[in-house]
């Protein structure tokens, strides 16, 4: 819609003849020319938008994101926050910007690029779905709306792509290019080694004039491990022994008032109905709509009935709406063969770098009954083809999603062990925690470091699971099948583990404080320097397990088996081991004092240099045991036979 000149003053003219002059031409006049300008801004951008594009599209630029991709980052966007602490760490997403250390993320990067800047390297860090990419292709889109920076060129590329390395070296103006790449928790050399990764990415980006490069906050394991100090040396930089150092941003969730400005531009006032849906959506899971990602997809199309819980729920509702939306009649075996595509392209992720070309996705599509053609594949699906004919999920998070989801199904036999992602990892213990079933099978399972404090795991199948480091406080995992499982570090205080098999498992330095074994099964297993102050394993299979450096002070270990258990140096002091089979046990310098062997069985045991001053011995078996340099100072040995 186009409007001369002397159109508009016709029209003014006749809207404010006095003779016309009503409240409602008034008011109707008002949106008239409020429509006017609203369409005239409207043509602009999308003139402005048309150009920056056209530009792009004579950049390398364009061989990582093509034109549908950049248009639906720049469709709807707000501008975030962004603040150099990470948000991570505060559990209500709310409080941070209470804090008042953020920044609008534009007027932080005008300052990172801006001639006077010190600083030329940046990370721009954030969670998964929180708009790293969308933040980096309209700074790029910005530049050229405005020529913010008109003597410099902005070239975004994904560091997941196989010629990223490549694209980087044949960039010729460098001292006049700005590098953003992204995705480095995607880069499959830094999966592999992030220190190497770094010090290369570092390597072939000297000489450019800025670099920013973006991540998911929690592919790093600590923030010590976000490499910093680059080989570039500048005295004028922000130094650390004279050389360059990359600043860190951390992206910010939206806060209530850029959720409003969301709704706000996504339906208008005309939209009224879906506008509120969309409110009743978000306010029944404030948290989550915090995350750009989500949002998007949470004011599209949810059930205002339905309560969400957590992004498992929400993922799981996306997928079945896109589902539910495609053509292809068999929907269950479209379910399958997405997750059979995430599996494929997250186990070999080195070599695909998440996306599959035509000619091998249609045979493989075929096998799982699926035609290609019938997918709508637009920008709404969540299986999207670029420019060059390669199918990638759109957000990371839906690949990962679909292969847990691919993962638990699968027969344990047929599963491989990977390293999980965090996003996996919280994919994860959401089920576990909301959707539990003993039919949920996690053998195999990357599960280091998550929180199960307090849920009921009783009965789950978790054979060779990695759960090092993992927090167990006050789990039920009553029954539970743990065999071969790694539980190093893990915290098992106050753990109802009873009847549970935890045969060959290595739970070495563990907290077990309080913890319920009674019939446990612990055959050979590696308890090495864990704590097992007053827990009680009465009845505990114990053969062959290793206890030394063990603190199992004040434990009930009554009846227990501890035929073959290499006990060397453990504190046992105060413990109750009447009746236990200590039969050829090795206990060389363990703290006895003051424990209950009655009855005991210790035949055969290698007890040099252990302490039994105080110890109950009475009808305790000692023959052929190795008692030299004990303590039995104040020990009871009525009747026990030596």
Known sequence: MFFHNQDIISLLTNIFDIKQFTILKIIGGISTILIIIKTILELKTKWKDNKALKIINNEITFEFFD??????????????????????????LKKIYGEKKHEKLFTKIDEFLSEGAKNRHMYL?????????????????????????????????????????????????????????????????????????????VDITEGFNRVLISSRTQFFPNS???????????????QSDGYRMFTIQYLLPFNDEQVQKFIKKKYS?????????????????????????????????????????????IYEE???????????????????????????????????????????????????KIDLNELELSS????????????????????????INYFVKLPVKDRVFLDWTDQIKKFVAELVKLHYSQEIDLSEADLTGLNFSDCNLSGLKLVRANLMGANLNNVNLMEAVLTEANLRDADLKGAVISEANLGKADLRRA??????????????????DSILNEAYLSGADLEGICLSNADLKGANLEGTNLSNADLKSAN???????????????LTNAELSYSNLKGAKLCKAILNGANFSMANLSNADLQDANIQGINLKGSILFQTNF
């Open 67 to 92: 034109e549908e991709t950049i248009k639906s980052y720049t469709d709807i966007y707000i501008e975030p926050y962004c603040s150099p602490s990470d948000p991570s760490y505060t559990e209500d």
């Open 125 to 201: 860090l954030g969670d998964s779905g929180t708009g790293k990419t969308a933040a980096l292709i309209n700074i790029l889109m910005r530049n050229y709306r405005h020529k913010k920076f008109s003597k410099k060129q902005i070239i975004v590329l994904r560091l997941n792509a196989k010629n990223v390395d490549q694209c980087i070296k044949n960039i010729e103006n460098k001292k006049n290019t700005i590098l953003f790449l992204d995705a480095f928790d995607e880069d499959p050399f830094a999966i592999e080694s992030i220190n190497t990764r770094y010090n290369q990415l």
């Open 224 to 238: 010590a491990a976000i490499k910093r100090k680059t080989s570039i040396p500048n005295i004028n930089a922000d």
């Open 269 to 313: 006032i005309l939209n009224y109905k879906l506008r509120r849906k969309a409110w009743q959506i978000i306010s029944a899971a404030p948290s989550l709509a915090l995350r750009p990602m989500l949002l998007k997809y949470m004011s599209s199309f949810m059930d205002p009935n339905k309560e969400y819980k957590n992004s498992y729920d």
């Open 318 to 368: 996306i997928i079945i709406h896109w589902i539910n939306r495609e053509r292809i009649s068999d929907k269950v075996a479209l379910r399958r063969f997405s997750e059979a595509l995430a599996n494929h392209l997250y186990r070999y992720q080195k070599e695909n770098n998440g996306q599959i070309p035509r000619h091998e996705l249609v045979p493989f599509a075929l096998t799982h």
């Open 380 to 403: 709404r699906s969540l299986l999207n083809r670029d420019g060059y004919g390669n199918y990638k999920f759109s957000h990371r998070s839906i690949l990962e999603f679909l292969f």
């Open 511 to 528: 907290k077990l404080n309080n913890a319920t074994l009674s019939e446990v099964i612990l055959c050979n297993a590696n308890l090495s």
């Open 572 to 586: 046992l002091n105060n413990t109750s081991l009447a009746g236990a089979n200590l039969t050829s046990s090795i």
